[in-house]
């Protein structure tokens, strides 16, 4: 079956430090990849998304590039805020077949922000 | 504001009971997802309805139920409750049944706490 693998947090930077989350992926067609992020309190948000090989989401300094050679779609921002705190998912949608749409999420990764 | 409203937002309860959580999805929006977030099993899908009619199933106990209604609103019943499934309960809704994987919107969810 299709699954998504997180590397294990929590994570925790000083303000401006550089973020990376890493994430493979398994799936048995061709899926669209995406993070979504939790902050406190709050339901799940897209961050971004890659629909196929080698496109880069990008979203309010975040970025990912779909690799699928690796299986992976790594998270990574250049200089993060105390804002970013919050939880980080990544997840994969496969088109067709039975799943029609749904999502397959990783275990999520806590990204504490210190000033 | 993700356009998805669901209801209660907390929710403590005894083992034994039933429950109803309930969701509205965003305007126009045909398609409605469940899924349970707990602190050991992560992000669960449990089910999925589109136009009222159940078009994919996940990791959903025997014990829970779910339908949607001709308005599109959705409920999702949860029946002889343990405490294990205390967990955080997130509806979510896109336009699309399959084909080109979209974005879903989530709700903020409904805690269900069982004692």
């Known amino acids: 079956g299709d699954s998504v693998t997180q590397m294990e947090g929590p994570v925790t930077l000083s303000e401006e430090a550089f973020l990376t989350i890493n994430c493979t992926y398994t799936?048995?067609?061709?899926?669209?990849l995406f993070w979504y992020v939790q902050y406190p309190g709050e339901g799940l948000q897209l961050l971004l998304k890659?629909?196929?090989?080698?496109d880069k989401g990008s979203n309010k300094g975040f970025e990912a590039t779909y690799r699928k050679e690796t299986t992976s779609f790594h998270l990574e921002k250049g200089s993060v805020q105390v804002s970013d705190s919050a939880v980080y998912f990544c997840?994969?949608?496969?088109?067709?077949?039975?799943?029609?749409?749904?999502?397959?999420f990783g275990q999520g990764t806590i990204l504490t922000v210190h000033p | 504001d993700s356009g998805v409203t669901q209801t209660p937002k907390h929710l403590i309860t005894a083992t034994g009971q039933r429950v109803t959580l309930r969701c509205s999805p965003r305007?126009?929006?045909?398609?409605v997802y469940w899924y349970q977030q707990s602190l050991d099993q992560g992000l669960q899908f449990l089910i999925q309805?589109?136009?009222?009619?159940?078009?994919a199933k996940g990791n959903i106990l025997e014990r829970f139920s779910a339908q949607q209604f001709p308005d599109l609103h959705s409920e999702l019943n949860l029946s002889s409750l343990e405490l294990g499934d205390s967990a955080l309960y997130f509806c979510?809704?896109?336009?699309?049944?399959?084909?080109?994987?979209?974005?879903?919107?989530f709700g903020e969810g409904s805690r269900l706490t069982v004692l």
């Open positions: 979510a809704s896109s336009r699309l049944l399959g084909g080109s994987p979209g974005e879903l919107f």
């Open positions: 799936a048995t067609g061709y899926p669209s």
């Open positions: 890659a629909t196929k090989a080698d």
């Open positions: 997840a994969l949608s496969v088109a067709g077949g039975t799943s029609y749409g749904k999502l397959t």
């Open positions: 305007s126009g929006d045909l398609s």
């Open positions: 309805y589109y136009n009222g009619e159940e078009r």
